[in-house]
């Protein structure tokens, strides 16, 4: 199995600041790689798809890049409603595999 | 508008089975894939498995074979996630979600609801 490491497994910042999340894969994935967001008590978000595709109607503070083993998830200016938790996710192969979190809090 | 909407919450006994409905709208049902997630209180997500809504084709997590169950029925482009011999382990929120592919990736979206899924005696 693929096993996803995400950094850091939480992170507090202030509305404005840069957020980066990094997402590490033990074996290559190419570029098989989605970011979702999660509110609590809310079902998964898709963010990000194919490491760097922005999905329809996500907003373009938020950007993804890397390719192979490493990846990272930018917000370029935090907003109040961007609390929640972000997960990375391969789908190189079976099975899918999710990394463990980073939990984002506003300060 | 794409949403998948699942059943409601399950209370069962250890050594019950379980079965949650997933039923989409908004697409064709057998265009794309059904996969199941599920997210034990507090903690991150897992993968289940898929069914190839066309075919009814499944494969699951290792960790999932001999208990999980996928089904579709076409006629009323409804999915299905039957998992038995539940154990306290097995209590969590159990997602549905579309499989999307193309030549530059495979992802989920959207998600459904979420069903949770509480074992206890």
């Known amino acids: 199995d693929i096993q996803m490491t995400q950094s850091p497994s939480s992170l507090s910042a202030s509305v404005g600041d840069r957020v980066t999340i990094t997402c590490r894969a033990s074996?290559?994935?190419?570029?098989?790689l989605n970011w979702y967001q999660q509110k609590p008590g809310k079902a998964p978000k898709l963010l990000i798809y194919?490491?760097?595709s922005l999905q329809s109607g996500v907003p373009s503070r938020f950007s993804g890049s890397g390719s192979g083993t490493d990846f990272t998830l930018t917000i370029s200016s935090l907003q109040p409603e961007d609390y929640g938790t972000y997960y990375c996710q391969q789908s190189s192969s079976v099975p899918r595999t999710f990394g463990g979190g980073t939990r984002v809090e506003i300060k | 508008q794409v949403q998948l909407v699942q059943s409601g919450a399950e209370v069962k006994n250890p050594g019950a089975s379980v079965k949650v409905s997933c039923r989409p709208s908004?697409?064709?049902?057998?265009?794309?894939?059904i996969h199941w997630m599920r997210q034990a209180p507090g903690r991150g997500l897992e993968w289940v498995g898929w069914?190839?809504?066309?075919?009814?084709?499944?494969t699951s997590a290792q960790k999932f074979q001999g208990r999980v169950t996928m089904t579709r029925d076409t006629s009323i482009s409804t999915a299905y996630m039957e998992l038995s011999s539940l154990t306290s382990d097995d209590t969590a929120v159990y997602y549905c979600?579309?499989?999307?592919?193309?030549?530059?990736?495979?992802?989920?979206?959207?998600w459904g609801q979420g069903t949770l899924v509480t074992v206890s005696s």
């Open positions: 194919a490491a760097s």
């Open positions: 908004g697409y064709t049902f057998t265009d794309y894939w």
């Open positions: 069914i190839n809504s066309k075919t009814g084709g499944t």
């Open positions: 979600a579309r499989g999307v592919a193309d030549t530059g990736g495979r992802w989920f979206d959207p």
């Open positions: 074996q290559s994935i190419i570029t098989y």
